[in-house]
Protein backbone atom coordinates (compact mmCIF):
# COMPACT_ATOMS: atom_id res chain seq x y z
CA UNK A 1 0.00 0.00 0.00
CA UNK A 2 1.80 3.21 -1.09
CA UNK A 3 1.96 5.70 2.06
CA UNK A 4 1.42 9.59 1.60
CA UNK A 5 1.78 12.12 3.74
CA UNK A 6 -1.63 14.42 2.66
CA UNK A 7 -4.54 13.90 0.50
CA UNK A 8 -2.39 16.54 -1.94
CA UNK A 9 0.29 14.11 -2.38
CA UNK A 10 -2.18 11.11 -2.70
CA UNK A 11 -3.83 13.39 -5.26
CA UNK A 12 -0.62 13.96 -7.40
CA UNK A 13 0.17 9.84 -7.36
CA UNK A 14 -3.67 8.53 -8.48
CA UNK A 15 -4.95 8.19 -11.90
CA UNK A 16 -8.29 6.72 -11.34
CA UNK A 17 -10.70 9.00 -9.77
CA UNK A 18 -8.27 12.63 -9.31
CA UNK A 19 -11.03 14.71 -10.64
CA UNK A 20 -13.87 13.20 -7.96
CA UNK A 21 -11.70 13.02 -5.23
CA UNK A 22 -10.96 16.44 -5.61
CA UNK A 23 -14.20 17.82 -5.49
CA UNK A 24 -15.12 15.91 -2.49
CA UNK A 25 -12.78 17.25 -0.69
CA UNK A 26 -14.51 20.66 0.08
CA UNK A 27 -17.82 19.17 0.33
CA UNK A 28 -16.26 16.99 3.08
CA UNK A 29 -13.65 19.48 4.51
CA UNK A 30 -16.26 22.33 4.78
CA UNK A 31 -18.79 20.15 6.36
CA UNK A 32 -16.57 20.27 9.12
CA UNK A 33 -14.61 17.36 8.80
CA UNK A 34 -11.17 17.01 9.52
CA UNK A 35 -8.79 15.18 6.64
CA UNK A 36 -6.08 13.02 6.74
CA UNK A 37 -4.49 9.69 5.26
CA UNK A 38 -5.38 6.16 6.68
CA UNK A 39 -5.15 3.23 5.57
CA UNK A 40 -3.46 4.65 2.26
CA UNK A 41 -6.96 6.61 1.31
CA UNK A 42 -8.68 10.13 2.17
CA UNK A 43 -10.20 9.90 5.41
CA UNK A 44 -12.37 12.34 7.63
CA UNK A 45 -12.78 12.52 11.00
CA UNK A 46 -14.86 15.00 13.92
CA UNK A 47 -13.58 15.17 17.13
CA UNK A 48 -11.33 12.37 16.45
CA UNK A 49 -13.33 9.63 15.10
CA UNK A 50 -13.44 8.14 11.91
CA UNK A 51 -16.80 9.73 9.96
CA UNK A 52 -15.80 8.79 6.12
CA UNK A 53 -13.31 7.51 4.02
CA UNK A 54 -13.21 7.90 0.04
CA UNK A 55 -12.57 4.51 -2.05
CA UNK A 56 -11.67 4.26 -5.45
CA UNK A 57 -13.16 0.94 -6.82
CA UNK A 58 -12.54 -0.08 -11.01
CA UNK A 59 -16.44 1.35 -11.63
CA UNK A 60 -17.07 3.67 -8.82
CA UNK A 61 -15.48 6.12 -6.55
CA UNK A 62 -17.31 5.71 -2.69
CA UNK A 63 -17.74 7.98 0.41
CA UNK A 64 -18.13 5.64 3.07
CA UNK A 65 -19.67 6.58 6.13
CA UNK A 66 -18.35 4.36 9.34
CA UNK A 67 -22.05 4.54 10.84
CA UNK A 68 -24.05 5.12 7.39
CA UNK A 69 -26.70 2.73 9.19
CA UNK A 70 -27.12 5.79 11.98
CA UNK A 71 -27.79 8.79 9.49
CA UNK A 72 -30.66 10.33 8.49
CA UNK A 73 -30.51 9.15 4.70
CA UNK A 74 -34.18 10.14 4.01
CA UNK A 75 -33.71 9.78 0.26
CA UNK A 76 -32.25 6.50 0.44
CA UNK A 77 -28.89 7.56 -1.23
CA UNK A 78 -26.92 5.08 0.99
CA UNK A 79 -26.15 1.94 -0.21
CA UNK A 80 -25.19 -1.32 1.57
CA UNK A 81 -21.37 -2.30 1.97
CA UNK A 82 -22.09 -6.30 1.77
CA UNK A 83 -24.43 -8.76 2.97
CA UNK A 84 -22.43 -8.85 6.28
CA UNK A 85 -21.81 -4.96 6.80
CA UNK A 86 -23.73 -3.61 9.66
CA UNK A 87 -22.70 -0.28 10.13
CA UNK A 88 -20.80 1.65 6.89
CA UNK A 89 -22.85 2.76 4.45
CA UNK A 90 -21.47 4.28 0.98
CA UNK A 91 -22.42 6.80 -1.58
CA UNK A 92 -21.21 5.83 -5.39
CA UNK A 93 -19.63 8.40 -7.84
CA UNK A 94 -18.80 8.01 -11.43
CA UNK A 95 -18.77 11.42 -12.74
CA UNK A 96 -18.03 15.04 -11.12
CA UNK A 97 -21.39 16.31 -12.26
CA UNK A 98 -22.98 13.80 -10.06
CA UNK A 99 -21.04 14.58 -7.23
CA UNK A 100 -21.63 18.21 -8.14
CA UNK A 101 -25.60 17.61 -8.33
CA UNK A 102 -25.28 15.59 -4.99
CA UNK A 103 -23.22 18.04 -3.00
CA UNK A 104 -25.95 19.26 -1.04
CA UNK A 105 -27.01 15.48 -0.06
CA UNK A 106 -23.28 14.98 0.61
CA UNK A 107 -23.21 18.41 3.28
CA UNK A 108 -27.18 16.73 4.91
CA UNK A 109 -25.39 13.18 5.15
CA UNK A 110 -21.86 14.83 7.10
CA UNK A 111 -23.86 17.18 9.11
CA UNK A 112 -26.29 13.78 10.43
CA UNK A 113 -22.45 11.71 10.81
CA UNK A 114 -21.71 14.93 13.20
CA UNK A 115 -24.40 14.71 15.25
CA UNK A 116 -24.01 11.18 15.97
CA UNK A 117 -20.75 11.59 16.84
CA UNK A 118 -21.59 14.38 19.51
CA UNK A 119 -24.78 12.19 20.78
CA UNK A 120 -22.29 9.26 20.99
CA UNK A 121 -24.24 6.69 19.25
CA UNK A 122 -23.18 3.45 18.29
CA UNK A 123 -24.47 0.77 16.10
CA UNK A 124 -25.01 -2.17 18.53
CA UNK A 125 -23.37 -5.27 18.73
CA UNK A 126 -24.59 -8.08 16.04
CA UNK A 127 -26.62 -11.05 17.25
CA UNK A 128 -24.89 -14.31 17.21
CA UNK A 129 -25.22 -16.00 14.55
CA UNK A 130 -27.00 -19.20 14.34
CA UNK A 131 -24.25 -21.71 13.35
CA UNK A 132 -24.59 -24.36 11.15
CA UNK A 133 -25.72 -28.01 12.75
CA UNK A 134 -21.66 -29.29 11.62
CA UNK A 135 -20.64 -26.50 13.57
CA UNK A 136 -22.89 -27.18 16.67
CA UNK A 137 -22.22 -30.61 16.58
CA UNK A 138 -18.79 -30.19 16.56
CA UNK A 139 -18.61 -27.89 19.40
CA UNK A 140 -21.04 -30.32 21.71
CA UNK A 141 -18.93 -32.93 21.07
CA UNK A 142 -15.66 -31.23 22.09
CA UNK A 143 -15.38 -29.18 25.42
CA UNK A 144 -12.21 -27.79 24.68
CA UNK A 145 -12.75 -26.54 21.22
CA UNK A 146 -16.65 -24.92 22.25
CA UNK A 147 -14.78 -23.32 25.55
CA UNK A 148 -11.76 -22.04 22.93
CA UNK A 149 -14.41 -20.76 20.73
CA UNK A 150 -16.48 -19.06 23.31
CA UNK A 151 -13.44 -17.43 24.28
CA UNK A 152 -12.68 -15.41 21.11
CA UNK A 153 -13.76 -11.90 19.94
CA UNK A 154 -17.26 -11.86 18.91
CA UNK A 155 -15.11 -10.70 15.04
CA UNK A 156 -13.21 -13.66 15.49
CA UNK A 157 -16.38 -15.93 16.28
CA UNK A 158 -18.71 -14.48 13.22
CA UNK A 159 -15.90 -14.86 10.71
CA UNK A 160 -15.74 -18.36 11.58
CA UNK A 161 -19.11 -18.52 11.11
CA UNK A 162 -19.69 -16.79 7.79
CA UNK A 163 -16.14 -19.28 6.58
CA UNK A 164 -18.31 -22.50 7.87
CA UNK A 165 -21.87 -21.53 6.81
CA UNK A 166 -21.16 -19.98 3.21
CA UNK A 167 -20.83 -23.69 2.09
CA UNK A 168 -23.46 -25.60 0.66
CA UNK A 169 -22.61 -28.86 1.37
CA UNK A 170 -23.01 -30.30 4.46
CA UNK A 171 -19.96 -32.84 4.02
CA UNK A 172 -17.89 -29.26 3.06
CA UNK A 173 -18.77 -27.29 6.12
CA UNK A 174 -17.96 -30.12 8.59
CA UNK A 175 -14.53 -30.24 6.34
CA UNK A 176 -14.03 -26.71 7.01
CA UNK A 177 -14.98 -27.43 10.72
CA UNK A 178 -12.15 -29.90 11.15
CA UNK A 179 -9.57 -27.09 9.25
CA UNK A 180 -10.47 -24.94 11.18
CA UNK A 181 -10.91 -26.23 14.86
CA UNK A 182 -6.99 -26.17 15.34
CA UNK A 183 -7.10 -22.63 14.89
CA UNK A 184 -9.78 -21.91 17.52
CA UNK A 185 -7.83 -23.89 19.98
CA UNK A 186 -4.71 -22.10 19.58
CA UNK A 187 -7.22 -18.81 20.35
CA UNK A 188 -6.71 -17.52 16.41
CA UNK A 189 -8.37 -15.79 14.26
CA UNK A 190 -9.47 -16.86 10.56
CA UNK A 191 -6.94 -14.92 9.17
CA UNK A 192 -4.33 -14.50 11.85
CA UNK A 193 -0.97 -16.19 11.57
Not at 16 to 45: F, M, N, Q
Not at 91 to 115: G, K, M, N, P
Request: negative net charge; hydrophobic residues 40%.
Amino acid sequence: MEQYDDVDAYLADVDRWRDETAALRPILTGGGLDEAIKWGKPCYSYDGANVAIVQAFKDVLAVLFTKGALLDDPRGLLREQGPNTRSAKRLEFTSVAEIDAAADDVRALIASAIDVEERGLEVGPAPEPELSPEFQERLAANPDLSDAFDALTPGRRREYHLHVSSAKQSSTRAARVDKIAPRILAGKGLRDR
